[in-house]
């Protein structure tokens, strides 16, 4: 049978053995060192000018002086004068007296451990944590760093219907809160108060776009503060196309262009058309008409002017339409039907 325990190394009293209060006082001083194991310090390598009573120190690498020579991670501690050796054994727990660090040896060295901690019901860091918030902490900043590459804070919920996201509470009252929230799409959620809340933003998880009150409801909806949507504003992608409307708000591109055989045209989103032909031949003795190359709402304002002749010439107009308007040429001089060319342009609406 060996003398001491298989765990902690305390003597055992041997049979008939005298002065027993010796092994007895031996092992009590061991129990008093271990049990509840706390240090001044982790990897200590020298020691103090003058130890008081009851110190204690996990050794470090490269111990001096009255340590020198001890194994690493060595638990020395200062009683009855002198001090005194002890071998950890796996799995021995001890905390730092000023700093609360809590180790636990290995084998081979002081290593941080979970102690059960991924296992446990409930954690309070500085703080009391309750069955509705399992994990709670309380301190200036919490941080989540990486082990060489990226890092990953994941949010997990049961299914579509519940909520996994991050509240932002202002005295324990929520203004702002983002993430899934009753649903499998993401949003950004704000209350003045904590019991009224309104949807800012929210992206839709199948087709990524944007809606909420922080978004254009409406082609017409100018609210100040609102993103606008790309549908509903202007710009290289949309400023020039189709123009079309659907009561009279826009819906289509601000400008739209073309050329046909009747001349060239040009639309806005607000509703102004101008056509114009460049060059149009009229017919001598006859009325020439010209068919505006797209159609107005009603009969625009027309305006002719002659290009070419050796003499004065007029152009008049006849009848109006949407869609065309008649043309006179005459000679100033002698009221005769000529065949200039002229310039013509008609400005009005398309709806």
């Known amino acids: ?6 765990i902690l190394s305390l003597p055992y009293l041997a049979p008939a053995q005298a002065q027993k209060h010796v092994t007895v ?8 060192i271990l049990a509840r194991l706390s240090v001044a310090a982790f990897a200590a390598e020298t020691p103090p000018e003058q130890p008081a009573e009851g110190d204690v120190y996990a050794l470090g690498a490269a111990p001096t002086d009255a340590w020198a020579g001890q194994p690493p991670g060595t638990v020395a501690a200062f009683t009855g004068g002198a001090w005194l050796f002890l ?3 796996p799995g021995w727990f001890a905390v730092a007296r000023q700093t609360g660090e809590a180790l636990v040896w290995t084998g081979t060295d002081w290593s941080a451990s979970p102690l059960g901690i991924a296992e446990a019901d409930r954690l309070g860091v500085g703080t009391t944590a309750d ?4 994990l709670a902490v309380a301190g200036p900043a919490a941080l989540f760093t990486h082990a060489g590459a990226g890092h990953r804070v994941k949010v997990n919920k049961a299914s579509a219907a519940d ?3 991050l509240l932002f509470q202002s005295g324990w009252s929520g203004r702002a809160e983002m993430g899934l929230a009753g649903s499998d799409n993401w949003s950004i959620k704000v209350s003045a108060d904590g019991a009224s809340w309104t949807e800012a933003l929210a992206i839709d998880a199948a087709t990524g776009r944007a809606s909420g009150a922080a978004v254009q409801a409406s082609p017409a909806d100018a609210s100040p503060g609102k993103l606008m949507r790309a549908d509903y504003g202007y710009g290289p992608a949309t400023l020039v196309g189709t123009v079309s409307q659907a009561g009279g ?9 073309g050329t046909n055989g009747s001349g060239t045209w040009t639309r806005f989103a607000d509703g102004t058309q101008i056509c114009h032909h460049v060059g149009l031949a ?11 190359p797209a159609a107005f709402s009603a009969a625009p304002a027309v305006t002719a002017t002659p290009t070419s002749g050796a003499t004065a010439r007029i152009v008049t107009l006849g009848t109006r339409t949407a869609t065309a308007v008649e043309l006179h040429s005459f000679d100033i001089s002698g009221g005769d039907a000529v065949s200039p060319s002229c310039d013509v342009v008609a400005h009005g609406r398309w709806f």
Do not use: F, Q
């Open 1 to 6: 049978m060996s003398d001491t325990s298989p």
């Open 25 to 32: 006082n031996e092992a009590l001083t061991r129990l008093d």
């Open 87 to 89: 071998e950890p054994g």
């Open 131 to 134: 069955a509705g918030n399992p």
């Open 163 to 165: 909520t996994a996201s």
């Open 249 to 257: 708000t826009p819906t289509g591109a601000a400008i739209e262009t």
């Open 282 to 292: 009229t017919a001598s003795g006859a009325v020439a008409t010209w068919t505006y």
